[in-house]
């Protein structure tokens, strides 16, 4: 059962085989690993930049704003900025507050964020590693930034923190049963739990996506699956943690400097997270959008998978970005209301009826 | 009779609920729709840039700024020193100090304007009767020390001019 | 339910809260705890102190402490004429500052039977209006952000500052404005002021439908207000509210109408009311208030007046001696001003009556037994400008 040093970091593109053809083969792995990490790193702090710019541009010009205009063209530099800013600002540390778990819960978020990319597949041969248990690997690992928003709110000593983290732990509750359900029905569908098995289940066209293929049902799925995952991360309309306007900043209130960063960095690369599960479970991953026309899709597929994957999960991003941008906030009842009387009700019928589906072999 | 009773309850319960559900989801999407609207279309963006336009930022001719006194081409004024600006003020604002001229007419000696304590509430323009004073275009009054925020308005060249 | 001597109680080794007044739960289980709601919060919108009480997310009773921002007016309006306090009554309620400038205006003018020509009160009236329907967008935008929709509040600016540019042109500001005077106004209006104005009432009824379809139809929005801080008319009446609070419970009471000033009487209006007096129906009652707003503008602008601005202007108006009223309807509710002089030429004792102080006391009826969130959006129906609360 042990897999292999080659099956854990499938780095078999053309770094990899370079990396192996000099290296003898543990070595070879080591290095490999090594560099999937640093790279990893790479993606986790320009995502981090890039998500940030765009979120305030997105936001700005949804509200008839420019967005930050003046550090670089157009703002491009408004992050490096702003991060510079957060470096050098004083951390503040509540009396009273709980030292180790206040400094110690900012990095969960960001972890989580970290440790799911390990198993996207951005490419065909672009992913750190493939376990044949991705999906849960993927439940179990990004329960981490909400359990570091529990931290925060317990170690500040602060009321308006406690409260914020008590309903975000009501909301992990309730939330993950039903992203836990649909991504079951995908895996249903797929016939693997394996991230890459999913994405090469879904080869093909556009109406081979999860999405498109399973008639009707794929679309509610996803509409479902958005709803819920705006929910895991925190956003509005479900920003119920952090609600500015109730809690003043929830979990963050007593953050300041690269803490409180840290945690913004969380959010947003947590965000792209979701988005790449998204686009990985039910938009095909790396798969180009081939309509079966004869003379397009040639086109299409010169296009390399990663590029398609990226797209995809930005305009992912985007769709989370415009319900932030346009919904008011539910209340945190009403929030319990949305997941224990529609959303699980109708993932499980969904469940059910998908089920059928494939047993009776309508899909596709 | 009592289970078709029971059946339609549980139906019309399912139809509102998935009603209820469509129909909220509907008016989700007319929010969706208003909002990405303007976010194709740049050109609604209100904001302005603001240190950057300052050469194009004009202010209404009644915008209400700093206390000015205008002079002429050889540095008079209108004021007199009569004072009714500085009993119309509500804030103490204005001190108007008089002198005397050598013919011994009672003139301006100095005009003093306490920016600090100004509301910009225009009074002592309305109340002024040879229009000496007017409201200034300028807006940006913030200064680093306190004491700069105190202003003669009138010029000091006035005085010796009345005088000769 | 009131214990009479709560101050000795002892909740979790501390005293109760000064203001408190139901008694410890019966619950031993329950365990309730006090918040802080401002003085620096992003929702109370000014230096309004709130301390909840919280069992969980439920508010079991609300305090509101006021005097953070008291800068006692009603002590200095003592040592200014009337004109000076004209400006003084900017500082109320900043967002109806016309309507204050009015009021005070209003009762001078009874004391000294000086009246206003037609001109004046057409400007009055569509500047009145004009303010309320900037007053009400701002709350638009404000009620959206307080409810976690960002986006409203931009929307709301943007008709707002069509608005706010027409009170720049007209009188030099854009908040205190200080621009009615005893028997008219300081300035006539501009010649651009028809043009925008008409500008505005072309655009406004688009807009306000892309409002309700943004917020006030959106579902989110419908299950946060509907059944949420109830107001029975009763309650309404014995807390002194006004304004939309007092009409969305369902009583017809409006100034302009019920004890028509100014030029009122000529205009064809209607009250829109509510049936609930839930926070949906207070924000309702906003809504087709800006509609109405539009109508009034629309009569006055096609029967706007020339002729003077302003008559019998004085430097000092010394009113005889005795007390004088006089009353309007702000966007916010009912402003009063209490006059009492000796003769001279500043008040022996001015009193404001403002809107936003009875308003906000109904404050814990409506909130106790909602969640927290409710807490914010209820306050946000009631619409309050703190200045006015505290003076």
């Known amino acids: 059962m042990m897999p292999s040093s080659v099956e854990l970091y499938p780095v078999n593109n053309f770094i990899g085989d370079i990396v192996r053809s000099i290296f003898p083969q543990p070595a070879a792995a080591v290095i490999n690993g090594l560099l999937a990490l640093l790279s990893l790193m790479a993606l986790v702090g320009s995502l981090g930049a890039v998500l940030i710019f765009l979120e305030r541009k997105v936001s700005a010009h949804f509200q008839l704003r420019f967005g930050p205009m003046r550090v670089g063209p157009h703002g491009l530099l408004q992050p490096l900025a702003d991060g510079i800013k957060a470096i050098f600002k004083e951390i503040i540390k509540p009396a009273g507050a709980d030292t180790f778990i206040f400094f110690l819960a900012p990095l969960l978020p960001v972890s989580a964020a970290f440790l799911v990319l390990a198993v996207i597949p951005f490419d065909h041969h672009l992913q750190v590693a493939d376990p044949a248990g991705g999906v849960l690997y993927v439940l179990g690992v990004s329960g981490l930034s ?219 | 009779m009592k289970a078709t009773a029971t059946k339609e309850n549980v139906l019309e319960f399912v139809s509102r609920y998935v009603h209820k559900t469509v129909s909220g989801f509907y008016t989700l999407t007319k929010g969706m729709d208003i909002t990405i609207k303007y976010f194709f279309n740049p050109k609604s963006a209100i904001t302005q840039e603001y240190p950057e336009n300052r050469e194009t930022l004009k202010m209404f001719d009644r915008f209400r700024g700093h206390l000015h006194m205008p002079h002429d081409e050889n540095g008079r004024n209108a004021c007199t020193a009569c004072g009714i600006c500085e009993k119309a003020c509500p804030n103490g604002t204005i001190s108007v100090l008089a002198t005397k001229d050598l013919a011994g007419k009672k003139v301006l000696g100095k005009y003093i304007y306490r920016l600090s304590q100004c509301t910009f509430c225009g009074l002592c323009v309305e109340a002024c009767p040879f229009g000496a004073i007017t409201l200034g275009k300028n807006f940006e009054l913030a200064v680093y020390d306190r004491n700069e925020l105190t202003w003669v308005l009138n010029k000091p060249e006035n005085t010796s001019q009345g005088a000769c | ?133 900037q007053s009400h967008l701002l709350w638009w935008g404000v009620l959206g952000m307080d409810m976690g929709a960002f986006t409203t509040f931009f929307y709301g600016f943007r008709e707002r500052e069509l608005i706010n540019d027409i009170f720049e042109e007209l009188c030099g500001a854009r908040l205190t404005v200080n621009y009615f005077r005893p028997g008219g106004s300081s300035i006539d209006v501009p010649d651009t002021f028809m043009p925008r104005v008409k500008h505005l009432l072309k655009i406004m009824p688009k807009v306000l439908d892309e409002y309700s379809n943004l917020l006030n139809k959106n579902i989110i929005f419908l299950e946060r207000t509907k059944g949420i801080g109830i107001l029975s008319p009763e309650k309404a009446l014995s807390y002194g509210c006004t304004g939309a609070v007092l009409r969305g419970s369902g009583i017809s009471y409006d100034v302009r109408k019920h004890d028509p000033y100014s030029i009122y009487d000529q205009f064809d209006f209607d009250v829109p009311l509510g049936n609930t007096g839930d926070s949906y129906d207070r924000c309702q009652v906003r809504m087709e208030e800006m509609e109405q707003s539009l109508r009034i503008l629309k009569q006055a602008a096609a029967r706007f007046p020339g002729g003077p601005h302003r008559s019998q202007p004085q430097q000092n108006y010394k009113l005889p001696k005795g007390s004088y009223y006089s009353q309007v309807e702000t966007p916010r509710g009912l402003l009063g001003v209490y006059i009492v002089s000796d003769g001279g030429i500043k008040p022996y004792r001015l009193k404001y009556r403002s809107p936003n102080f009875s308003n906000l006391n109904v404050l814990n009826e409506l909130a106790a037994g909602h969640k927290v969130a409710d807490l914010i959006t209820i306050m946000s129906t009631l619409d309050l400008v703190i200045p006015d609360i505290d003076r």
């Open chain 3, 1 to 133: 339910m009131i214990t009479e001597s709560f101050s000795e109680y002892n909740l979790d080794g501390n005293t109760l809260p000064e203001g408190f007044r139901l008694p410890p739960p019966d619950d031993e289980e329950a365990e309730e705890f006090f918040v802080n709601i401002g003085p620096q919060h992003p929702s109370t919108h000014g230096v309004l102190r709130v301390v909840v009480r919280l069992n969980g997310e439920t508010v079991v009773e609300v305090v509101p402490h006021l005097g953070y921002i008291h800068r006692s007016i009603e002590k200095m309006a003592e040592n200014q004429t009337y004109v000076q306090n004209i400006h003084l009554s900017d500082r109320l309620d900043y967002l109806s500052a016309f309507s204050n400038n009015l009021c005070l205006c209003m009762a001078v003018e009874q004391a000294l039977g000086i009246g206003v020509p037609e001109r004046g009160e057409y400007i009055r009236l569509m500047i009145c209006e004009l303010q309320r329907l």
């Open chain 1, 146 to 364: 909400i359990l570091g928003i529990l931290l925060a709110g317990w170690a500040s000593n602060n009321k308006y923190s406690l409260l914020g983290a008590m309903r975000s732990g009501a909301q992990m509750v309730s939330f993950e049963i039903s992203i836990a359900l649909l991504m079951l029905l995908v895996v249903m569908l797929s016939g693997t739990a394996s991230l890459r098995g999913i994405v090469l289940a879904q080869e093909g066209t556009i109406f081979d996506w999860w999405i498109f293929k399973l008639p009707f049902l794929g679309i509610l799925a996803f509409i479902m699956y958005l709803v819920a995952s705006t929910a895991e991360l925190n956003r509005t309309p479900f920003d119920i943690a952090e609600a500015e306007s109730e809690l003043t900043g929830g979990f963050a209130t007593e953050y300041s400097g690269i803490s409180f960063a840290m945690f913004f960095l969380g959010e947003f690369v947590n965000m792209f997270v979701a988005a790449c599960l998204v686009t990985t479970f039910f938009l095909g991953g790396f798969h180009a959008p081939l309509l079966g026309l004869p003379l397009l899709d040639p086109l299409l597929k010169l296009i390399p998978g990663f590029l398609w994957f990226f797209a995809k999960a930005f305009l992912i991003v985007f769709l989370y970005m415009w319900f932030r941008w346009t919904f008011p906030r539910v209340r945190v009842d009403q929030l319990m209301y949305l997941e224990w009387r529609i959303m699980l009700p109708a993932s499980l019928i969904l469940l059910m009826l998908s089920g059928l589906f494939v047993a009776q072999g309508w899909v596709g």
